[in-house]
């Protein structure tokens, strides 16, 4: 799954994915994508010039795999501590915005996240969030700052906006706001957590 989570951002060469599932042993990961290939989840395709490189990308098949990772996701939350996303990558970001967002079906919204270097964006149509590498364009609000720091600001606002770049329509920030789901518990302990912090 930690595949599937990566590759549903775009496609990646191999050196990136297994940088992005955390350093991954070469022959696991290696093992593993011939096991997705040859179940028909993981394709192999030549990226174009200039790049000149062979990168993985999740197939028809392999896409179907987001929406059940997502709700798995959600249902994970009950378990999670806001101590688990202090440590969040950039490249979790995208994601962990998917699994705390449930959109209604007449939203429609993108959203730039730049962290770290690292730059994704959020499409919000019909509600489903696709999310993919690179800058957006046009994005209707973005973000820059830490992992952390924007799902900090996207949950809680206040002064936790203090620690995160934001750039466009406030009332595309304020939509957001009103699509995230969390367990109370969750909720309740972030809230504590970034009072805490800014005390």
Excluded: C, H
């Amino acid at each position: 799954m930690l595949i599937v989570r990566e590759l549903s951002l775009g496609p990646l060469r191999f050196a990136e994915l297994a940088r992005d599932v955390g350093g991954a042993p070469t022959d696991v990961l290696t093992k593993r994508l011939r096991d997705l290939e040859a179940q028909g989840v993981v394709e192999r395709r030549e990226l174009d010039p200039p790049a000149s490189a062979v990168a993985y990308e999740l197939t028809e098949l392999g896409r179907g795999l987001e929406r059940p990772m997502l709700e798995l996701s959600r249902w994970g939350l009950n378990f999670q501590n806001v101590a688990d996303v202090a440590g969040l990558a950039p490249s979790s970001l995208p994601n962990g915005l998917r699994t705390i967002l449930q959109p209604p079906p007449d939203a429609s919204i993108t959203v730039g996240l730049r962290s770290e270097g690292r730059s994704f964006n959020l499409r919000i149509e019909g509600g489903w969030i696709e999310a993919s590498r690179g800058e957006a364009s046009g994005a209707d609000v973005s973000f820059s700052g830490t992992p952390f720091g924007v799902i900090a600001a996207i949950v809680a606002g206040g002064d936790a906006e203090a620690e995160v770049e934001i750039e466009g329509d406030l009332e595309a920030l304020e939509a957001l706001r009103e699509m995230i789901v969390l367990p109370e518990r969750l909720r309740e302990e972030a809230l504590a957590t970034l009072v805490g912090a800014a005390a």
